[in-house]
């Protein structure tokens, strides 16, 4: 596997890792209601009292383990510049606490965490129209069902293609380590799934080509 | 090894307390119910289930005297449980919450409990004789957001609150007719019920956990940020240090002695923090026996990959194929533990036993007496 992408998905690992210490929280703005609280969406940002504080994150374990991967990002960076790796950290301190992780600008991942829930975001690498619709059609395949896959989420955040929500419940009922090796393994096998799709729809190309035109000869 | 016993109880466990003599334990297995075990020769059997509750139970304790065991759940109502014969009877405590109730603990009298709740507001109950009634009074409009965790002072009327806000409070909880005024020692004679002694702002984060040392001097309580803060002279001019680690946040702290605190959260094992003989908090070690190294040395292979780069990738001989799998935590606990409790022997102060219980459904009893290294700070 290239070392870029290796390090792109330990950066998520690690952030994960700190993102994901997740306890059960009853919603304390909706009498008997316990909801994924970054699912909320809060009107009164600024008011002290509402949940908008509870968004935060024990971000100073993750900064430590985060920046360490991004320094090694920056070393990279400057030993290979065909590797365009970039890891943006967008932190909100006062609301929701949000990281964004870039590869490039066509393969990101966001990860937002609340006091008792994740969601992570993913943009899968389309290089061109093909890669773009199978993409669409192979994700949308999967959203649909959703159940079978308990973290994934029905529909995606607007800008990504496939979004996965981990609330209290998944870490009561399953290990945190597997969660995030699924999560992994998940990004890593999306890429090679796209390319033989589209080797295979290249190779389904051609042979029909090669039918077609055998009536012309 | 510090763990003495570990049993699984149930799939996942929110809460657990024990009775005086530490031959029956209280658990909720994250539903609402609450199992009572008892150990006969050696092994435990369930004796009763305590079935009242409609929501999850999120806060149990056991009072050791007067055999009560008081319970909350995110149902917003709180039941005292009695023992009559075989029998465990209810007694619905009206908490007047309009939202769940979070954590729940005896005072040290046992005569009043406290009950955080995410109304932002904390309830103090106490028994009235006349009418034969748990009542409740509330602490309102101190907190911005709900309160996660509730210790009482030695003295009985002291209550240390952490919340979601990131603030640890401390209030006077004195109440007429309940408590004397002899009780108050060392603290300024004119508190009324719910004043606010000190307001402690050090954490950014969300605040869990907070405990009180053996005499009362010394406050500490955990942060989300990954840091612990120990607060002395709790008072008008507090002395505050924060000691922050490099692993995942706590959920619960517990003061062994005055000069050593266990702390127990994400990281699946006990953390040992102790106080030098300047009083400087430091972390020591965990206290549960750890496979994997330090997450250290996997940042430096990282380097070491990174640097490959420049010397070639031969010459380190690092594998670059196949993102490391997670760590997993090879401890006693698998999962987040959330519950701390001490197993008090008689009237010491000294508390060398205590036990734990996480999400992985096990509770687990240490001992840090067979620790020589941590003998010094007991």
């Known amino acids: 596997m290239a070392n870029t992408l290796r390090l792109y998905l330990t950066c998520i ?205 | 090894m510090a763990a003495i016993e570990v049993h699984q109880f149930a799939q996942c466990i929110t809460c657990h307390a024990w009775n005086s003599d530490h031959s029956m334990v209280a658990f909720c297995p994250n539903n609402n119910e609450v199992h009572i075990y008892k150990l006969f020769q050696d092994k435990w059997e369930k004796l009763h289930v305590l079935k009242k509750h409609d929501q999850i139970i999120s806060g149990i304790d056991w009072s050791a005297s007067s055999n ?104 006077s909880t004195f109440i007429k007719g309940v408590d004397t005024r002899e009780s108050k020692t060392g603290m300024t004679s004119d508190s009324k019920f719910g004043e606010l002694i000190v307001q402690l702002d050090l954490s950014f984060s969300w605040a869990f956990g907070v405990n009180w040392s053996p005499s009362g001097n010394t406050l500490a309580y955990v942060g989300h940020n990954s840091m612990i803060y120990f607060v002395d002279d709790v008072g008008p001019s507090p002395l505050a240090q924060n000691v922050a680690f490099r692993d995942l946040p706590l959920r619960d702290v517990l003061f062994v002695s005055e000069k050593m605190v266990i702390g127990v959260g994400f990281d699946c094992n006990p953390m040992v923090f102790a106080a030098d003989e300047t009083g400087i908090w430091r972390f020591i070690k965990f206290l549960g026996e750890r496979k994997t190294p330090s997450s250290g040395s996997k940042y430096g292979s990282q380097f070491s990959g990174a640097f490959g780069k ?27 533990i959330n519950c701390i409790v001490p197993l008090r022997e008689g009237s010491t102060s000294r508390t060398t036993r205590f036990s734990t219980s996480g999400l992985d459904g096990k509770v687990v009893i240490w001992d840090v007496q067979n620790q020589e290294d941590l003998l010094d700070y007991l």
């Open chain 2, 68 to 171: 009560k065991i008081v319970t909350v759940s995110h149902d917003r109502n709180s039941y005292v449980w009695n023992q009559e014969g075989s029998e465990w009877v209810p007694t619905l405590v009206i908490l007047r919450l309009n939202r769940a109730a979070l954590c729940a603990q005896w005072s040290p009298k046992e005569n009043k409990f406290a009950v955080g709740s995410g109304a932002k507001t904390v309830c103090i109950c106490y028994y009235e004789q006349e009418n034969n009634w748990w009542v409740s009074k509330l602490i309102r409009k101190k907190h911005d957001s709900s309160v996660t965790s509730v210790a009482w002072h030695p003295n009985n009327i002291l209550l240390a609150t952490t919340s979601t806000d990131g603030k640890c409070r401390v209030f």
């Open chain 2, 310 to 336: 420049f010397y070639g990738q031969s010459k380190y001989g690092v594998s670059n194929d196949g993102v490391e799998t997670s760590r997993t935590s090879g401890g006693v606990h698998e999962n987040c």
């Open chain 1, 13 to 217: 690992r690690n952030t994960l890792d700190a993102a994901m210490c997740l306890q059960n929280f009853p919603c304390q703005e909706v009498e008997r209601h316990n909801k994924p609280e970054v699912e909320l969406k809060y009107v009164y940002w600024d008011q002290p009292g509402t949940s908008a504080e509870s968004c935060r994150i024990p971000y100073c374990s993750f900064i430590k383990k985060a920046l360490n991967v991004f320094l090694t990002f920056v070393i990279v960076l400057y030993t290979c510049m065909f590797d365009c790796c970039t890891c943006i950290f967008i932190f909100f301190f006062l609301f929701i606490m949000q990281v964004l992780i870039c590869r490039n600008e066509a393969e990101k991942c966001l990860i937002e965490a609340s006091i008792n829930s994740l969601r992570i975001s993913l943009k899968v690498k389309q290089a061109d129209e093909l890669e773009n619709i199978l993409t669409k059609k192979f994700l949308r395949f999967l959203s649909m069902r959703a159940e079978a896959f308990q973290v994934l989420r029905r529909k995606p955040v607007q800008g990504y293609d496939i979004s996965f929500l981990i609330t209290n419940y998944h870490c009561e009922d399953m290990q945190k380590h597997k969660l995030i090796d699924f999560i992994v393994q998940f990004m890593e096998d999306i890429d090679k799934e796209i390319s033989e799709l589209k080797m295979s729809m290249n190779t389904r190309g051609r042979l029909v080509a090669t039918e077609f035109l055998k009536q012309f000869m």
